[in-house]
């Protein structure tokens, strides 16, 4: 009887008081920029920034990296992501998932451009003919799907290699396994500060708005409103500022990095391609 009762007893002490409820943790929501840089770059620049907005915004991020800016995109695109940096959602196709832009990075528009080294002998598309062209992958919108279009429209037949990122593509070109690259004008101007390398452009294109952070619907729109609002107020906060400063000097950005609010109107420029493009870059 005796030991009966102790069993009892420690099975009601196990039990939790009546009217309690064990508190849910706070959510974890990942985040994932397209990768611009090789990895170790990317994960540099992104961490000290996601740290900070998930401190001050009360909202924890975690920073979500693929390989290749391709694989990052896959997560946006299978719903394990629940904020981007990324232009890669303006398709028509995409544009059904219900994303939000909140904000963009404050900087100058970008251009697709073809580049060579600057000491190549091509100065022509044309002369780009049967060979090899360097793009960061089949989801960068700017380097690969405008430039690409624009090889297609002047029927100059290339082969397409796909490096992983912008920075492994431009060592393809200067190691001289590409004859050319497809890139993004701002990543351009990174890589030679960052490398003292000189590029020939060929080709450029008319201005598209730089990246947006963007929201997925599942996100409660508070918890979207204190993630934005640390975004836009890094600039203006001294330990934010600081962080800023180190992520522009680590790239070489040609002006000091901070963010600002967009919207969708922003990125017009973005669906008026993708109206005219070729079907298999949609």
Same mark, same amino acid.
């Not at 005796?2 to 939790?16: G, H, K, Q, W």
């Not at 995409?94 to 528009?109: D, E, I, L, Y």
């Not at 992958?137 to 100059?156: C, D, F, S």
């Given at each position: ?86 232009? +890669? ?162 790239? +070489? ?30």
């Amino acid at each position: 009887m005796v030991t009966i009762f102790r069993v009892l007893a420690t099975c009601m002490l196990a039990l939790p008081m009546a009217g309690s409820v064990a508190a849910a943790p706070p959510p974890v929501y990942n985040f994932s920029p397209v990768n611009q840089y090789n990895l170790q770059v990317s994960a540099s620049f992104w961490n000290p920034i996601v740290r900070y907005v998930s401190e001050k915004s009360g909202v924890t991020l975690n920073l979500k990296l693929g390989r290749t800016s391709a694989d990052t995109t896959s997560f946006v695109l299978a719903r394990e992501v629940d904020f981007a940096f990324t232009n +890669h959602l303006f398709s028509p196709e995409r544009s059904k998932m219900g994303w939000t832009v909140f904000g963009r990075r404050n900087a100058a528009p970008v251009r697709a451009q073809i580049v060579v080294p600057a000491d190549s002998k091509v100065t022509r598309l044309a002369q780009l003919g049967n060979s090899i062209v360097a793009f960061p992958g089949p989801e960068a919108l700017i380097a690969y799907k405008v430039a690409y279009a624009e090889l297609m429209r002047e029927k100059v037949p290339v082969t397409v290699a796909f490096a992983g990122n912008m920075d492994a593509a431009f060592t393809q070109l200067f190691s001289g396994r590409a004859k050319a690259a497809g890139a993004n004008s701002q990543l351009v101007q990174n890589y030679s500060g960052r490398e003292n390398k000189d590029f020939r452009v060929l080709w450029s294109s008319p201005p598209f708005n730089d990246l947006a952070l963007m929201a997925s619907p599942r996100v409660p729109k508070e918890q979207v409103s204190a993630v934005a609002k640390a975004f836009l107020e890094m600039q203006r906060d001294p330990e934010g500022r600081r962080i800023l400063e180190a992520a522009s000097e680590l790239v +070489h950005a040609p002006e000091p990095l901070s963010f600002v609010a967009a919207s969708e109107a922003d990125y017009a420029a973005y669906r008026r391609f993708y109206a005219d493009a070729p079907a298999e870059l949609r």
